[in-house]
């Protein structure tokens, strides 16, 4: 997958939706936003400063809206890659809000286009960045920004830029001014949830990592197994008896975050917390911030723990305005010690003092301690979880709605129940949940008096999952994943049918990690080792050159990072590497992949060097340093971004195949099945197979990663209030996972990864969503695990026959079908729905049905094919 990043400091991105009652903007300070002039005219100019070839053209076929939109397209790089649409002369003031959105669709998994507002005349100053990843359907993004002090007014324009020979569609571009405070009534009292943890830690998400540069990354990676992120009780606590704490090792950090609250911009914040660290002088980080990564603005304070007791921190803010109209709170620690925060308040109606103010009900669901990692539970398996409440002192109870939803959405059951209050106002109530039917679900609880279609103070996500094969059972399985390598992770991803692990990330084996100084080798094979103890087959990486031999210019090497690394300089070392790392690892690991999307920012090769040969190069002499050992070694070579690219086929006409024993590639469609890739996936698989391998036989032919991502994904928790932007959505992911899996494997495809399934129990950052194809962001599988486990249990051990696309009316029908002893299991699923006796070449009277998640599924004339794929087990006929 691309890693990107862009350096904003003042700027924040949020896409998707504005707050309830937006701010009336002055109108759009664009000319021609939705393209619907005959040409392209001033104000917008295409600018091909490096000489491509290139084209600008007004496409009438699927504009986002109106008659037309502007295509924009790179068709071949002669020096530079750079092209770039341009609105001259944009008519900017310092200090004022400005939002910008536009609609774009194009390839994707290819390199982001940038937006930038910038000078518009050298030096080229640039006040605004960001990068947009490209989809397939049409996806809206939304940017709100301060124009800065340093701006010029008569030279500054706005730009949309490609980075890479590619193309992408634009339409609807506006530029907005917003009043310099939101007009609105103050909201009253604190707004984070749950400020004082006295019903658990909802609500409340953190993300653990490394400091002192990636080589550390393994190492912290395993001090960060024993965070304890989570609340207990404490004696002497600010408010009430519970806490939350964590730890923080040497050379680690948290970053622990609130879920977004509302706010109004332009209106004076007060923040306080109490806070308390084991070690005197700790220096901690507290941000006020709103927008996502890696577009995100935080007003920040800095205190220091002046010594080992609880202490009063507060400060006044006063936030920019956010798309979403939604804020977060973070505290951020990269000191040692043991950490214990409490009574924090946001507030903008008031200003906070060292006595907290329990003003509202907080709700909160804790997991009893017998409830396995993830909610991940067995049909009939008993379901309980203690929901907890803390409501203002006096109230005496109060009456609880829950509601019951499945993987769609689908309300199953409904019911109230009192939930009585002690006299400090905390109440809990333990509630049994059914587990008699395969799939997701999702319990909200509101108070009674808070509509159905308002976002519940409290929710739980629990899986009934099939029970699969032991992994030992299953090691040549077609299933396999991308995920931490912590007892925690490795729980989930066993029960979620994960057999295969490729360890891109964890960055465990790539050379920056391995040889953090020049002939200075660390390996740490602790999490391969578990992983393997347990039973997962491991796909060990060989990239990523450190910086001191890297092959290019040492200003631009310097620069280099583990996911944008320069090819080796010295043919010795990398052999030197392969060798010892190979060997430091052979009791876990016997497959290795030879680089991560070579054909993108992953190997970077200098400018007049051919990268496909550079990468041959790196396959031979990976093959001949691995040619003498005396233990089992699999080469897996290709790994590239898109099939689409001529490198694939350049370096295997230039022997890259003759040195390795499979072909891999990445495949990413959030919206659509593999089958429906443009230009046809199967022809591409099938000319990857015509070039031997080094033991002159056909390669298999592996998906090492993708399926579905969710570049700024949702969460299935309405209580965790996250903006997006994403068409897809959390039960979209369950679906287009599924399609993915089932499509590869009936092409004839060997292995699948799914990518993005890394969990924590403290969750993730709430700014930071992407990769959350399956893991939601308190750190608990969504739907798409459920689905994902029903597949596995399904398919796994059943042999490809093939795929079929049909045309059913206006729908398009998919069928892939398998064999498993006498059985006969069809895959369907369709573009639009359709009636299950409208498809005339599929047998299903005499069929047992399932749904995608493994249900019994009673089958009629008029069950409906949708997106969601059902699965129909037939006898094969005898043979004659």
């Known amino acids: 997958m691309r890693c990107s990043s862009s350096i904003l400091c003042w700027i924040v991105l949020s896409v998707g939706y504005l707050w309830a009652a937006d701010p009336q903007p002055r109108d759009n300070i664009l000319e021609n936003g939705g393209f619907e002039s005959p040409v392209l005219s001033d104000p917008w100019i295409g600018n091909n400063w490096a000489g491509n070839e290139v084209s600008f053209r007004l496409d009438p076929v699927l504009p986002h809206s109106g008659s037309q939109a502007l295509h924009v397209r790179l068709e071949k790089v002669i020096k530079i890659a750079d092209l770039q649409l341009q609105?001259?002369?944009?008519?900017?003031?310092?200090?004022?809000?400005?939002?910008?959105?536009?609609?774009?669709?194009?390839?994707a998994n290819t390199k982001p286009v940038t937006v930038e507002l910038r000078k518009q005349n050298a030096p080229y100053t640039s006040y605004f960045r960001a990068e947009v990843a490209l989809t397939e359907e049409w996806s809206e993004s939304r940017f709100v920004l301060t124009v800065p002090q340093s701006v010029d007014t008569k030279d500054t324009c706005l730009l949309f830029s490609l980075k890479e020979q590619n193309a992408f569609w634009i339409d609807d571009v506006s530029l907005v001014n917003l009043p310099e405070r939101d007009s609105r009534p103050l909201l009253a009292g604190s707004q984070v949830p749950n400020g004082s943890f006295e019903v658990g830690r909802d609500h409340w998400f953190a993300t653990f990592r490394e400091t002192g540069g990636i080589a550390n990354v393994t190492a912290a990676a395993e001090k960060n197994i024993h965070h304890g992120f989570g609340t207990q009780m404490v004696k002497g606590a600010p408010h009430g008896k519970s806490v939350l704490s964590f730890n923080v090792f040497a050379d680690c950090r948290a970053n622990v975050t609130s879920a977004f609250f509302p706010l109004r911009y332009g209106a004076s914040t007060s923040v306080s917390f109490w806070l308390k660290t084991t070690t005197p002088g700790t220096g901690f980080r507290?941000?006020?911030?709103?927008?996502?990564?890696?577009?995100?603005?935080?007003?920040?304070?800095?205190?220091?723990?002046?010594?080992?007791?609880?202490?009063?921190?507060?400060?006044?803010?006063?936030?920019?305005?956010?798309?979403?109209?939604?804020?977060?709170?973070?505290?951020?620690?990269?000191?040692?010690?043991?950490?214990?925060?409490?009574?924090?308040?946001?507030?903008?109606?008031?200003?906070?003092?060292?006595?907290?103010?329990?003003?509202?009900?907080?709700?909160?669901?804790?997991?009893?301690?017998?409830?396995?990692?993830?909610?991940?539970?067995?049909?009939?398996?008993?379901?309980?979880?203690?929901?907890?409440?803390?409501?203002?002192?006096?109230?005496?109870?109060?009456?609880?709605?829950?509601?019951?939803?499945?993987?769609?959405?689908?309300?199953?059951?409904?019911?109230?129940?009192?939930?009585?209050?002690?006299?400090?106002?905390?109440?809990?109530?333990?509630?049994?949940?059914?587990?008699?039917?395969?799939?997701?679900?999702?319990?909200?609880?509101?108070?009674?008096?808070?509509?159905?279609?308002?976002?519940?103070?409290?929710?739980?996500?629990?899986?009934?999952?099939?029970?699969?094969?032991?992994?030992?059972?299953?090691?040549?399985?077609?299933?396999?994943?991308?995920?931490?390598?912590?007892?925690?992770?490795?729980?989930?991803?066993?029960?979620?049918?994960?057999?295969?692990?490729?360890?891109?990330?964890?960055?465990?084996?790539?050379w920056v990690v391995v040889e953090p100084e020049k002939g200075k080798f660390v390996f740490d094979t602790r999490g391969p080792e578990r992983a393997h103890e347990q039973g997962f087959q491991l796909l060990g990486t060989l990239d990523t050159t450190p910086r001191f031999y890297a092959l290019g210019d040492p200003k631009e090497t310097a620069k280099q990072t583990w996911f944008n690394s320069f090819a080796p300089s010295d043919r010795k070392a990398w052999q030197r590497y392969v060798l010892e790392t190979t060997k430091a690892f052979s009791a876990f690991i016997v497959n290795w992949e030879i680089w991560n999307e070579p054909d993108g920012g992953f190997l970077r090769v200098p400018e007049g060097i051919s990268k496909e040969k550079v990468y041959v190069d790196i396959q031979t002499q990976t093959r001949e340093a691995?040619?003498?050992?005396?233990?089992?070694?699999?080469?897996?070579?290709?790994?590239?971004?898109?099939?689409?690219?001529?490198?694939?086929?350049?370096?295997?006409?230039?022997?890259?195949?003759?040195?390795?024993?499979?072909?891999?590639?990445?495949?990413?469609?959030?919206?659509?099945?593999?089958?429906?890739?443009?230009?046809?996936?199967?022809?591409?698989?099938?000319?990857?197979?015509?070039?031997?391998?080094?033991?002159?036989?056909?390669?298999?032919?592996?998906?090492?990663?993708?399926?579905?991502?969710?570049?700024?994904?949702?969460?299935?928790?309405?209580?965790?209030?996250?903006?997006?932007?994403?068409?897809?959505?959390?039960?979209?992911?369950?679906?287009?996972?599924?399609?993915?899996?089932?499509?590869?494997?009936?092409?004839?495809?060997?292995?699948?990864?799914?990518?993005?399934?890394?969990?924590?129990?403290?969750?993730?950052?709430?700014?930071?969503?992407?990769?959350?194809?399956?893991?939601?962001?308190?750190?608990?599988?969504?739907?798409?695990?459920?689905?994902?486990?029903?597949?596995?249990?399904?398919?796994?051990?059943?042999?490809?026959?093939?795929?079929?696309?049909?045309?059913?009316?206006?729908?398009?029908?998919?069928?892939?079908?398998?064999?498993?002893?006498?059985?006969?299991?069809?895959?369907?699923?369709?573009?639009?729905?359709v009636r299950l006796g409208a498809i005339e070449s599929l047998d299903w009277e005499s069929a047992a049905g399932c749904d995608i998640m493994a249900n019994d599924l009673k089958l009629t004339t008029d069950t409906l094919i949708s997106s969601d794929p059902i699965y129909l087990k037939n006898n094969l006929p005898a043979e004659p």
């Not at 609105?87 to 390839?107: A, D, Q, T």
């Not at 399985?477 to 360890?503: D, M």
């Not at 295997?652 to 024993?661: A, F, H, P």
């Open 87 to 107: 609105y001259k002369n944009l008519p900017v003031r310092v200090g004022e809000y400005l939002r910008l959105s536009f609609w774009l669709r194009g390839p």
């Open 626 to 833: 691995l040619d003498g050992v005396d233990r089992k070694v699999f080469l897996v070579g290709n790994a590239v971004a898109s099939l689409d690219r001529s490198f694939t086929i350049t370096q295997l006409e230039l022997g890259g195949g003759k040195q390795v024993d499979a072909l891999s590639f990445h495949l990413y469609n959030e919206t659509k099945s593999p089958e429906a890739k443009i230009p046809a996936l199967q022809p591409q698989l099938a000319k990857m197979k015509t070039f031997p391998n080094r033991s002159g036989t056909t390669p298999e032919i592996w998906h090492t990663e993708g399926g579905v991502w969710l570049s700024d994904g949702r969460s299935w928790l309405r209580s965790a209030n996250i903006p997006t932007g994403t068409l897809a959505t959390i039960q979209d992911a369950a679906t287009a996972l599924v399609r993915t899996a089932v499509a590869l494997k009936a092409m004839g495809v060997h292995r699948h990864f799914q990518y993005g399934s890394f969990a924590d129990p403290a969750g993730r950052i709430v700014y930071r969503d992407e990769c959350s194809g399956v893991i939601d962001v308190n750190g608990i599988p969504h739907p798409a695990g459920a689905a994902h486990a029903a597949a596995v249990f399904m398919l796994e051990g059943t042999q490809p026959i093939g795929l079929e696309v049909l045309e059913v009316g206006a729908a398009r029908v998919t069928m892939a079908t398998f064999s498993k002893g006498n059985e006969l299991l069809t895959v369907v699923w369709s573009t639009q729905n």
């Open 286 to 510: 507290v941000n006020l911030g709103h927008g996502k990564f890696p577009n995100q603005i935080a007003i920040s304070r800095d205190f220091v723990a002046v010594n080992s007791n609880w202490n009063f921190y507060s400060f006044q803010a006063t936030p920019t305005p956010a798309t979403s109209g939604t804020y977060y709170l973070e505290f951020a620690a990269d000191q040692p010690g043991s950490y214990q925060i409490d009574a924090i308040e946001v507030s903008q109606n008031r200003e906070p003092g060292p006595q907290f103010l329990q003003e509202s009900l907080d709700l909160g669901w804790n997991a009893s301690e017998s409830a396995p990692a993830g909610n991940l539970f067995v049909k009939g398996e008993s379901v309980k979880f203690r929901v907890s409440a803390q409501a203002p002192p006096g109230k005496t109870d109060f009456t609880a709605r829950f509601r019951l939803v499945d993987y769609r959405d689908v309300l199953l059951k409904e019911w109230e129940e009192k939930i009585s209050l002690k006299e400090n106002g905390f109440g809990s109530q333990e509630v049994s949940l059914p587990s008699e039917r395969f799939g997701c679900f999702k319990v909200e609880v509101r108070p009674s008096s808070l509509a159905s279609d308002q976002a519940p103070l409290a929710e739980v996500i629990y899986s009934i999952l099939p029970t699969l094969k032991p992994l030992r059972e299953s090691s040549d399985s077609f299933f396999g994943g991308h995920v931490n390598l912590s007892p925690y992770n490795l729980v989930i991803a066993e029960k979620l049918g994960f057999r295969w692990l490729r360890l891109h990330p964890p960055l465990t084996t790539k």
